[in-house]
T-cell receptor, first 116, second 110 residues
């Protein structure tokens, strides 16, 4: 149980284009979802937190107009990187938490984004 | 002071030894505590959760929690090279966020 899927697992896009990443909780309802970014050999960096049906809460320094988050249902959240630039190349990881699972947080497998 | 402190390592142990990973935290109202394992290039994987003082064992893993001293530890018995990874300590204090430590890198030498 407690499986989180993420799609795509990797994507290459051209500078200036937009990329959408999907995150799904497969066997539980995710009351809260999180989006992280991780650069090589660095720590996880929380980008934003979202609750189903509510606007996402972005961490300081994260541009909400560039990283669009939609938590459309209790099992689906999407992150859209708009007007991507090479510096947006990173490992993006979603995570989901269920109150029914005593606040345990489960991670998706991640999406490696390369912007050329 | 960081909310969750971990020694970044690397911690190097020989195969078959006990690896001891430690974590201290600053928020006394912390309720739930977690250990994650992250292999290089992969996302974190939840391996242990602990909610009350004492020890909790799961296979070769034992989590220890001491709320009075504000520390949580993870022991890995009979360490294997496949245990080589970064181990993240995390805690939930209420609200929406879970706070993660920066992680301790563990190397198990064959």
């Amino acid at each position: 149980g407690a499986v989180v899927s993420q799609h795509p697992s990797w994507v290459i896009c051209k500078s200036g284009t937009s990329v959408k990443i999907e995150c799904r909780s497969l066997d539980f309802q995710a009351t809260t979802m999180f989006w992280y970014r991780q650069f090589p050999k660095q720590s996880l960096m929380l980008m934003a937190t979202s609750n189903e049906g509510s606007k996402a809460t972005y961490e300081q320094g994260v541009e909400k107009d560039k990283f669009l988050i939609n938590h459309a249902s209790l099992t689906l959240s999407t992150l859209t990187v708009t007007s991507a630039h090479p510096e947006d190349s990173s490992f993006y990881i979603c995570s989901a938490r269920s109150l029914a699972r005593t606040y345990e947080q489960y991670f998706g497998p991640g999406t490696r984004l390369t912007v050329t | 002071q960081k909310e969750v402190e971990q020694n970044s390592g690397p911690l190097s142990v020989p195969e078959g030894a006990i690896a001891s990973l430690n974590c201290t935290y600053s928020d006394r109202v912390s309720q739930s505590f977690f250990w994650y394992r992250q292999y290089s290039g992969k996302s974190p994987e939840l391996i242990m959760s602990i909610y009350s003082n004492g020890d909790k064992e799961d296979g070769r893993f034992t989590a220890q929690l001491n709320k009075a001293s504000q520390y949580v530890s993870l022991l890995i018995r009979d360490s294997q090279p496949s245990d080589s990874a970064t181990y993240l300590c995390a805690l939930y204090t209420g609200g929406f966020k879970t706070i993660f430590g920066a992680g301790t890198r563990l190397f198990v030498k064959a």
